[in-house]
């Protein structure tokens, strides 16, 4: 069955008259975070939920995911919807009732209200299977924000076999309350890191004469990595090179043998990202040879790149405007943040929303990842309602 204007409607009296249970698993989740890879008690509260839902199947590819499938009573494709559970190692300062209550782990980004939207839209969507087509499972990852990542140990584990498209949706502390964003092409960046080991010869700092200073050379490497930036990439490709950490030394008065630096590396383009690294190595090893010196680079490529495909992306915004009729689509220009979701995308179509979640009136205003981060709970039914509306767009027969 199509998405059409009735049962958009019928959606929508289904999403608010559910909206306070699904506020309640958010804060449950919030109240309760856990850090990626550890997040046993939420796994095990989110699957009792589900199977308290009739006509799902439920099983748990790694230890702290899940997976649950819904099967239509329609023919049609297999859409997979997910949603990220883990939480940060962040102490939460906030004085509500639904404060983390777990000593240095808080959703800061809000992922649990990603899990209570995946949830309600479950709970929606059975009611409906009378009407939908083909199959729906929904995808409770774990450690979205810790490298290597759940994403891609769920797919290892097999959960995208068989499946046609996939779509996410996350939170947005930077966009009001009533907006949503489907873009085209890149979403969010890819995020890479190094560490670069700069190896002098120390000595007193009264004879520098007599030293290969690390310090000095890699203060020059630091300014000269720039140059990937402003000198070797072309003006049209995003790309951000960061140094984020530089220690060395003991004393004042001792030039130290060494210095060791980290890095963040970030940006939409394959081949611009492939690139980087020799790029790192050439500046750094030409800066150092130059003045005695040597390093040496590792090198960890994290997550690719989230690139929209652009029929799934379409298809997305198509189901906002019918579900979500009072939610204008919102522009904007793709996230230099990144997120493991790409996982699900290698060789599958997919497509990642972003939800408005800022609310001046409620001073809800703070970035993700901050102490004080919170997001307006009136997000929470537009996310249920474009997960549960987008399998009717998503999944009809080829």
């Known amino acids: 069955m199509a998405l059409t204007e009735p049962l958009a409607r019928d959606m929508a ?24 890879f550890k ?40 859409l997979a ?50 009407q939908l087509p083909g199959e729906v499972r929904f995808f409770f990852q774990h450690a979205e924000e810790q490298h290597p990542g759940g994403a891609q140990q769920m797919v290892d584990a097999g959960v995208m076999n068989g499946v046609d498209r996939i779509i996410a949706a996350h939170v947005m502390s930077t966009v009001d309350t009533g907006r949503i964003t489907v873009l085209d092409g ?19 700092a009264a004879n520098p004469d ?26 049209h490709d995003a790309l951000i090179v960061s140094v984020t950490r530089f220690v060395a030394g003991t004393a ?16 939409f383009d394959p081949g611009v990202r492939e690139a980087v690294p020799g790029r790192i190595e050439r500046i750094a090893r030409g800066i150092a040879e130059a003045h005695g010196a040597t390093i040496a680079l590792d090198y960890v490529h994290g997550y690719r790149p989230v690139v929209n495909d652009p029929a799934v992306a379409g298809a997305l915004r198509e189901a906002a405007r019918l579900a979500l009729p ?34 001046a009136a409620k001073r809800i205003e703070h970035p993700h990842h901050h102490p004080l981060f919170d997001f307006d709970e009136d997000a929470l039914e537009h996310g249920v309602r474009l997960f549960a509306a987008a399998p009717f767009v998503l999944n009809q027969p080829a």
């Open 210 to 235: 007599r030293c290969v200073d690390p310090i000095w050379i890699g203060a020059q490497i630091v300014a000269n990595l720039q140059a990937i930036v402003a000198r070797n990439t072309d003006a």
């Open 326 to 359: 009072e939610v204008p689509l919102h522009a904007m220009r793709p996230l230099p943040n990144s997120e493991d979701f790409s996982a699900f995308t290698v060789g599958t179509p997919g497509a990642y929303a972003l939800i408005g979640a800022r609310s």
């Open 81 to 130: 919807i997910r949603a990220d559970i883990d939480a940060l190692p962040i102490q939460d300062q906030k004085t509500c009732d639904y404060a983390s209550t777990r000593p240095g782990a808080m959703h800061a980004c809000g992922h649990d209200g990603h899990a209570a939207m995946l949830l309600g839209a479950a709970r929606l969507l059975a009611q409906l299977r009378e």
């Open 13 to 36: 009296g289904l999403a608010r008259a559910q909206h306070a249970e699904v506020v309640s698993w958010r804060r449950h989740l919030h109240r309760n975070a856990e850090l990626s």
């Open 252 to 267: 004042f008065n001792v030039i130290p043998d060494g210095a060791e630096l980290w890095g963040s590396v970030r940006c």
């Open 186 to 204: 890149p979403a969010f960046a890819s995020s890479d890191r190094f560490v670069l080991r700069v190896q002098g010869r120390g000595g007193h």
């Open 39 to 78: 997040e046993f008690d939420s796994a095990d509260f989110l699957e009792r939920e589900l199977r308290r839902i009739d006509g799902l199947a439920i099983e748990r590819p790694t230890p702290t995911s899940l997976v649950a499938r819904l099967r239509g009573a329609l023919p049609g494709r297999v």
